[in-house]
């Protein structure tokens, strides 16, 4: 089976901009959650994604929004971005009939400026 | 405010040497762990997985040992090799199949940086 993919790889944006992710979940895998990766938080939990409902949510501002599609790819949006949105994005899916096991994508490094 | 970088833990061997990487959690109730590897650029790639109704999985040169009394996860990897170089992370969860309900969220350490000499 192909992994988890996300495009784009990178992203470089300006402050106030907004930006979308995309991550598509390994086949038969319905629940996608997102992470933020930083030097200074390491990685932090953002949502989590099952048959297009948000079941859970982190502690991020409502500028951190996401949704889930009936193929099970999920995107997620930041709006009005910040220089400390500048992160590496991970996506993750599971199979969570069988398995509690996260399986993550290359991620998309966003710079913004 | 300026931000303070994580300052992780490493760990440096030789070739051939046995690795053993560290983690503390927190949760008392979580029942799922996992360890990942992550080589720069990458993102996590799953290792092993253990359950809290065991103390003790094996894999392939990996071995992780789990004791809920300390909160304590270990991974010791046999014959390190230079291509185990990367940083490592254990990430807990409440897993929804025992009845959890914090869907999705794995609560990831630190990160231990592990360097092997050739």
């Known amino acids: 089976k192909a992994g988890v993919t996300q495009t784009p790889r990178y992203l470089i944006k300006t402050r106030g901009q907004q930006v979308t992710l995309s991550c598509s979940p390994i086949?038969?895998?319905?629940?996608v959650s997102w992470y933020q990766q930083t030097p200074g938080q390491g990685l932090q939990f953002l949502f989590e994604?099952?048959?297009?409902?948000?079941?859970n949510k982190g502690n991020f501002p409502g500028r951190f929004s996401g949704r889930q599609f009936s193929n099970s790819r999920s995107e997620m949006n930041v709006s009005t971005l910040e220089l400390g949105d500048s992160a590496l994005y991970l996506c993750?899916?599971?199979?969570?009939?069988?398995?509690?096991?996260?399986?993550f994508g290359p991620g998309t490094r966003l710079t913004v400026l | 405010g300026e931000s303070v970088g994580l300052h992780l833990p490493t760990l440096s061997v030789q070739e051939g040497d046995n690795s053993i990487i560290n983690c503390a959690y927190s949760?008392?109730?979580?029942?799922?762990f996992i360890w990942y590897k992550q080589e720069s650029g990458k993102g996590p790639q799953f290792i092993i997985d253990?359950?809290?109704?065991?103390d003790k999985r094996q894999g392939q040169r990996v071995t992780v040992l789990l004791n809920k009394t300390v909160k304590h996860l270990s991974l010791q990897i046999a014959a390190t090799q230079p291509g185990d170089s990367a940083v490592y992370f254990c990430?807990?969860?409440?897993?929804?199949?025992?009845?959890?309900?914090?869907?999705?969220?794995?609560?990831f350490g630190q990160g231990t940086i592990l360097t092997v000499h050739p």
């Open positions: 993750a899916s599971s199979d969570i009939r069988h398995t509690d096991t996260q399986y």
């Open positions: 086949s038969g895998h319905r629940s």
């Open positions: 994604y099952f048959s297009e409902t948000q079941r």
């Open positions: 949760n008392s109730a979580s029942d799922y």
């Open positions: 253990i359950r809290s109704n065991m």
């Open positions: 990430a807990e969860n409440t897993s929804e199949n025992a009845g959890g309900t914090s869907y999705g969220k794995l609560t």
